[in-house]
């Protein structure tokens, strides 16, 4: 998947770390359904903190932004994290007896405190592109990831059999998909309003890159931790 023009330059610019975010052994077993289901509730009760401080962190992005369009945008990305993508873990998490207020109580481990912090971190110390360079990886990411494993399960016809078909429908499905592309749009059109038409160019574009691949190694982390509680 692309999503615009900006995200594969700082995919690319991550080098390795890409690779083992995306085709990290925690996908690949929620690809193949062979995750331990406790390992997949201790991840989602971790990803529950987690999309509690991205909705923060987009909601600091709206202050951030420049113009009316950045602002609904990034006002939507808030609305699509609580009330969409939220809904897969608390749903989940209900048919396991995990209600949502235990969620909110649930202990925040140290990679997920590390990674939600730093970006909100990016967004407090810089700028609306700072923010945007440590938030590409987490919405682009899932929405690569879960394309692909839903392609990959329809073509095997393992789909319907997948415990984890909800979490695969959830991020390769069209509501997410069109989350991406609208992120993917936001992205390029504000490195395109704030760096010109040679973004690569700039002094800025190189802190930026970094911002992503310290937060794609941050995604790593998450996933490490999912596989070892
Ligand atoms: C850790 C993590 N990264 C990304 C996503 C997708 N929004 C998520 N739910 N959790």
Redesign the pocket.
């Known amino acids: 998947m692309s999503y615009g023009a900006t995200f594969p330059l700082w995919r690319q610019a991550s080098g390795e770390v890409w690779r083992d975010y995306t085709r990290h052994a925690f996908v690949t077993e929620l690809g193949d359904g062979t995750l331990p289901r406790e390992a997949f509730l201790g991840y989602l009760v971790?990803?529950y903190l987690?999309?509690v401080h991205?909705a923060r962190a987009w909601a600091l992005a709206v202050t951030k932004a420049d113009t009316i369009d950045e602002m609904r945008l990034c006002a939507a990305t808030v609305h699509a994290?609580i009330d969409e993508?939220m809904r897969l873990h608390v749903v989940t998490c209900a048919e396991a007896g995990i209600d949502e207020d235990m969620l909110a109580r649930a202990e925040e481990k140290t990679a997920?405190i590390a990674?939600t912090r730093y970006v909100l971190d990016a967004g407090h110390a810089g700028d609306f592109l700072d923010l945007l360079a440590a938030l590409a990886?987490?919405?682009l990411?899932?929405?690569e990831i879960g394309a692909r494993l839903l392609a990959e399960g329809r073509a095997a016809g393992t789909l319907d059999t997948n415990p984890y078909a909800a979490w695969i429908t959830t991020?390769g499905g069209d509501e997410?998909q069109q989350v991406c592309t609208a992120v993917g749009n936001l992205i390029d059109t504000a490195v395109a309003r704030r760096l010109g038409d040679a973004p690569d160019t700039t002094p800025r574009w190189t802190t930026l890159t970094q911002r992503f691949a310290t937060a794609t190694r941050l995604?790593v982390g998450?996933?490490d931790m999912g596989l070892t509680g």
Do not use: H, K, S
């Open positions: 971790q990803d987690f999309l991205f994290l993508e997920n990674y990886p987490c919405v990411g899932y929405g991020y997410y995604e998450f996933w």
